[in-house]
T-cell receptor, first 112, second 112 residues
Framework: AQSVSQHNHHVILSEAASLELGCNYS??????LFWYVQYPGQHLQLLLK??????LVKGIKGFEAEFIKSKFSFNLRKPSVQWSDTAEYFC??????????FGKGTKLSVKP | EADIYQTPRYLVIGTGKKITLECSQT?????MYWYQQDPGMELHLIHY???????EKGDLSSESTVSRIRTEHFPLTLESARPSHTSQYLC???????????FGPGTRLTVT
């Protein structure tokens, strides 16, 4: 069965620091990968997605992620975080039923 | 405006009550999903539908049932609520594989 691992449960950064959140998936075939963000009190929103082509994908709000097939990884990055990036971030892979298989999420706290 | 709605947002009920969690989307998506989310845990798929009159159980065993009589509506019913059903329930929809899913705001259910 497919699974997704997010290595960091809670990350605390100061504003302007660089961010990298780890994500590894288990499936070795063709994958569609996603990062979702959940701001406090809001619903899950799609941040970016990869399903083919350039392994470096750019999303909203300055986020990007790199798909490295050999490492089964899809890490999320942002060069300089802002206080408004405080949220929970979920990595997901698309399952065989078209559903999403999520990691446990990483809480990001950005200190002003 | 295209969106996905869930009602109620919060619900506290007693053990043994029958409840229905509503989910509606205005995007005309064929695929709809119900996930269960507990704090600090992954989202787990409990039901999905590929279209009208199509419903399937997901990976997580659930005592709930769903129906899909109209494209836009995908309600989830608990015939007899128990404290173990206390959780957040998220509804999502999508139109194509690889393009991600749109999530509703969720229903936070507490069974006393």
């Amino acid at each position: 069965a497919q699974s997704v691992s997010q290595h960091n449960h809670h990350v605390i950064l100061s504003e302007a620091a660089s961010l990298e959140l780890g994500c590894n998936y288990s499936y070795g075939g063709t994958v569609n990968l996603f990062w979702y963000v959940q701001y406090p009190g809001q619903h899950l929103q799609l941040l970016l997605k990869y399903f083919s082509g350039d392994p470096l994908v750019k999303g909203i709000k300055g986020f990007e992620a790199e798909f490295i097939k050999s490492k089964f990884s899809f890490n999320l990055r942002k060069p300089s975080v802002q206080w408004s990036d405080t949220a929970e971030y979920f990595c997901a892979v698309e399952g065989s039923q078209g559903n999403l298989i999520f990691g446990k999420g990483t809480k990001l706290s950005v200190k002003p | 405006e295209a969106d996905i709605y869930q009602t109620p947002r919060y619900l506290v009920i007693g053990t043994g009550k029958k409840i229905t969690l509503e989910c509606s989307q205005t995007m005309g998506h064929d695929k709809m999903y119900w996930y269960q989310q507990d704090p600090g845990m992954e989202l787990h798929l409990i039901h999905y539908s590929y279209g009208v009159n199509s419903t399937e159980k997901g990976d997580l065993s659930s005592e709930s049932t769903v129906s899909r009589i109209r494209t836009e509506h995908f309600p989830l019913t608990l015939e007899s609520a128990r404290p173990s059903h206390t959780s957040q329930y998220l509804c999502a929809s999508s139109d194509k594989e690889g393009y991600g899913q749109y999530f509703g705001p969720g229903t936070r259910l507490t069974v006393t």
